[in-house]
């Protein structure tokens, strides 16, 4: 998603800025072929980050595909903290959207057919040969193009970063999710739900119905050996040990459709770019799904790139896009949001995921003062909804 987001925003610089860009896009598979990146999983676009598609001039493309997030419930499991958040108190339509890959990855290459862009699809990347002023990359099928600049959106097993053997650091947080898409009884009327149970976080998202059917996004962080367990039981007995788990709030869970598992890691570069290459997405950072930011974070990624880009094509139309001037200017502005949401990231999964009693008298007693006083939540939702720090929020009291 990444890529393909990517690739339509330099299409629609290059036709703001009057340059003019070759942009080639590799993927191994088109989208519904069994592709990693656009399978059956959905996504929480925040808010923040839909106002950026729009500008990118990506959003047209996916509008259609949306489900509102007008309201987050937010609670810990056999504990008294809990707290909500609602768009209406920050008048907004709503705090984010939910889309579904699948759906997504199909609408990106339908509008990336409409452009100049080169794609090669299916084929891969099997060898790269540095040089001095642009990269010679070979591919599967035997073409050999020449880039000025390559940028890796090819996810955590990054084939550019393992040519170029850099760095990866990992935290294991040992634990594994279960997705699943799940039906319920009653409508969700455009609710999300995090809870934090003692195996990990569980969270809920809204998506659109299927033949009158209301249906919910899974994402349900345990224990490897039991995310194996529930991943192979009967659809009865999973469904069963769900609505034990999460309680009643979402209402009666009759039914889940294909449960799949993935280990959940905090991976990132500690320096996302090299000679002439950047990487963005997850192949420069992968998060744990707590506070569902990963694409949000890759997503500024992008922004960030295309800003420099811009900058430097505005003032030269020839300007080398692949300057390792522009490439450590693009590192400084990334610098400060990848630390601070990395660190917000392990401290949530590691602050919700231990059960020492004055840890958890502490996260109920915060989760609750969000509820009795509202201008606490500012900062909270500005940070669902993706926005950077510098912008002001303020409840409607």
């Not at 259609?64 to 810990?76: A, F, N, Q, Y």
């Not at 002023?133 to 099928?141: C, F, R, V």
């Not at 930011?293 to 960030?304: A, E, K, S, T, Y």
């Amino acid at each position: 998603m990444a890529g393909a987001t990517l690739a339509l925003a330099l299409e629609q610089l290059c036709k703001s800025s009057g340059t003019s860009l070759s942009i080639a896009l590799i993927e191994a598979r088109a989208p519904g072929d069994e592709h990693p990146g656009f399978d059956a999983r959905a996504i929480a676009v925040a808010e923040g980050s839909i106002e950026e598609l729009k500008r990118l001039g990506v959003w047209r493309h996916l509008s259609r595909l949306g489900t509102p997030i007008t309201d987050i419930h937010v609670s810990d499991r056999g504990h008294f903290g809990m707290t909500e958040l609602n768009s209406s108190a920050f008048g907004l339509p709503y705090l984010g959207q939910v889309v579904e890959l699948e759906a997504v990855g199909k609408a990106l290459f339908d509008a990336i057919a409409k452009t100049r862009i080169q794609l090669l699809c299916p084929d891969g990347l099997v060898g790269m040969e540095a040089g001095q002023d642009a990269h010679t990359l070979l591919l599967e099928s035997g073409k050999r193009l020449s880039a000025k600049l390559v940028v890796a959106a090819d996810g955590l097993g990054s084939a550019v970063r393992s040519h170029f053997n850099l760095p990866l650091e990992q935290v294991d947080f040992d634990q594994e999710a279960v997705i699943a898409n799940v039906v319920t009884r009653q409508p969700h009327e455009h609710w999300a739900w995090e809870r934090f149970t003692d195996t990990g976080p569980l969270a809920l998202l809204p998506m659109a119905p299927i033949n009158g059917e209301s249906r919910l996004s899974l994402v349900w962080a345990l224990a490897p050996e039991q995310a194996k367990v529930l991943q192979e039981c009967d659809e009865q007995r999973f469904v069963s040990q769900l609505q034990q788990a999460f309680g009643n709030r979402a209402g009666v869970f009759v039914g889940a459709g294909n449960r799949q598992r993935y280990p959940l890691k905090l991976s990132w570069m500690p320096r996302p770019i090299h000679h002439r290459c950047v990487f963005v997405g997850n192949a420069a950072q992968t998060l744990h799904p707590i506070a569902g930011q990963g694409f949000n974070l890759g997503l500024r990624d992008i922004v960030d790139l295309t800003r420099v880009l811009h900058s430097a094509l505005s003032e030269n139309s020839l300007a080398d896009v692949g300057d390792i001037r522009l490439l450590h200017r693009y590192l400084a502005l990334r610098e400060h949001d990848r630390c601070e949401t990395l660190l917000a990231i392990e401290s949530l999964v590691r602050g919700f995921s231990n059960q020492y009693w004055p840890l958890v008298a502490g996260r109920s007693l915060g989760l609750r003062l969000l509820s009795w006083c509202p201008p606490l939540k500012a900062p909270l939702a500005s940070r669902a909804m993706g926005w950077r720090r510098g912008v002001r929020l303020t409840p409607n009291l």
